[in-house]
Structures are given as C-alpha cells and as structure tokens.
C-alpha cells in the first residue's frame, strides 16, 4: 500500500483515540441536545404566542438566525479541533523521539507529512459532518426550514478547518506545540477582530478601516471564509437588511475564497520543506 496512505490511516486512528477528539465529540454531542431544546421550546413559544401574528417571511427570517447561530457554533468547534489536533502532532513526535522511527523507514518526509495532513482532513470532515448534519437536521426535522446554498456554506466551512490545520501542521513542523497553539489562536484572534472591524467600516462607509480588516484576512483567511459562508447561507432579506449579526455586510469575494486555498497549499508546501531540512 502507498506510504502516504498508511500513515494517513494510522494518523486518523491515532487521532481518534486521543482525548482531545472525544472530549470535542462529547462537548459537540452536549451542544446538539441544548441545541434541538432550546429550538423546539423556542418554536413552540413562537407558535402559542402568535401562531398568525408572523408571516412566513418573517418566520423564516428567524429560523435562519437560529440556523446560522447554530453553524457559527460548529465552525468554531472545527477550528479549534483543526488546531489542538494538528498542534502537537510533528513537535510532539519529534520532542519525543517517536518520530525517528519512522524516519528510518524507507518513507519520504513528504509522505510522512502528506499522511497526516490526510488523516487529519478525512477526521475533520467526519466531525464537521456529524456536527453540522446535526445542526441542520435538527432545524429541518422541527420546523420544515432549510436554508440556501447549505452545501457550499459548509463546503466552505470545511474550508476554513483546513487551512487552520494546515497552518497548525507548518509550525508544528518548526515550533513546540504549545507555541503553535498560541500562534494559529493568536492569528484566529487577529482575523476575528479584523472581520469585525471591516463590517463596522463597510456600516459607516470608511475606506481605511475596511483596508484594516482585508489586511487581516489576508494574514489569515479564517474569518473571511466563514463571512463567505454566512452570505452564501442567509436569507435574502437578511442580506439585504443585514438584520442578523450572521449577515455579511462586506462579503469577501471569490477571489477571497481562491487565495484561502491558495493560502493553504502553500503553508502544506512550507510544512514539506520545513521538515524536510529539520534535524531530527
């Protein structure tokens, strides 16, 4: 069997028996049953205070705040699980000397690093499946709602996990885990602020504070691509209205999206030669 995918499967098997994937999946199944309660205890106090007071419009309005609430949660779930998973994955190894016997193998270093990023991709797909499918299946099975475009708003959250596994995987490649996780936080901390900031600048029409948060998209394109997805999943009166806090007032572009995954590539390629020079 190919190298790559043999250390693809043993990361992802490695990963699941790991404390961090079952405490996520425990705190992700904890959050799914609060979820589908407080849905169903909201859309039933909806329907006994006034069943004809809000027209379908208006009613689906909401129910794609509810939605996209519950989406936001899962895409934070996803990232953090792509960074603390990823985090300690090459400096672990390397810091205790396990990676070596690999090494020693006749396995390129590119396999080695190529498996993981595998492994951790199929987990992270499963797990945003599992948690987003949940999300989505518990609005759809209570109250009929499915939103637009759930497919590519999630394909692009699934997205936005990648590229901060991958950026976890390059440092870890070169830095301790501890100093990886502080860093793809602090970058995760950077971009959330910037996000934010572009969106106060796009509401009071200021030129420099929107510079202010592309640039911190393009340092790290997390907040952009979940920005993206929201637009790409809201209602189309909330987009005209930007009526939730999940409407995207300044939407990131396609290009936005083109140079995420771009971003992505060439982190992985700076994973494949930071470790291939390191000293082990």
């Not at 771009?262 to 470790?275: D, G, K, P, W």
């Amino acid at each position: 069997m190919n190298p790559t995918l043999i250390i693809a499967r043993l990361t992802f098997r490695e990963a699941v028996r790991r404390r961090i994937v079952l405490t996520a999946l425990i705190l992700g199944a904890c959050f799914l049953v609060l979820y589908s309660i407080g849905i169903h205890l909201v859309v039933g106090q909806i329907s006994k205070a006034a069943p004809q007071a809000l027209n379908s419009a208006a009613q689906s309005e909401g129910l794609n705040f509810l939605l996209m609430a519950g989406l936001y949660t899962i895409s934070f779930l996803s990232i953090a699980m792509a960074a603390l998973i990823s985090a300690d994955t090459l400096a672990g190894e390397i810091n205790s000397g396990t990676i070596q016997t690999v090494v020693t193998k006749p396995v390129r270093r590119a396999d080695i690093v190529l498996g993981k990023w595998l492994g951790f991709a199929g987990l992270l797909a499963l797990y945003l499946l599992l948690m987003a499918g949940g999300v989505i299946v518990s609005i759809g099975l209570q109250t009929k709602y499915i939103a637009p475009n759930l497919l590519r708003g999630i394909g692009l959250i699934y997205l936005e996990s990648l590229v901060m596994m991958t950026v976890a995987l390059m440092l870890s490649s070169r830095f301790s885990a501890l100093a990886t996780g502080g860093a793809v936080f602090g970058l995760y901390g950077l971009a959330f602020i910037g996000g934010w900031v572009e969106q106060f600048g796009s509401l009071m029409h200021s030129q420099t504070t929107i510079y202010v948060g592309i640039v911190s998209s393009l340092i790290f394109p997390c907040e952009a691509i979940w920005r993206r997805a929201a637009f790409e999943m809201q209602s189309p009166l909330s987009g005209v209205l930007g009526m939730s806090p999940f409407s995207a007032i300044s939407v990131p572009s396609v290009l936005m999206i083109v140079y995420a995954v771009i971003y992505a590539v060439v982190a992985l390629a700076l994973t494949f030669s930071i470790f291939s020079h390191r000293d082990l």
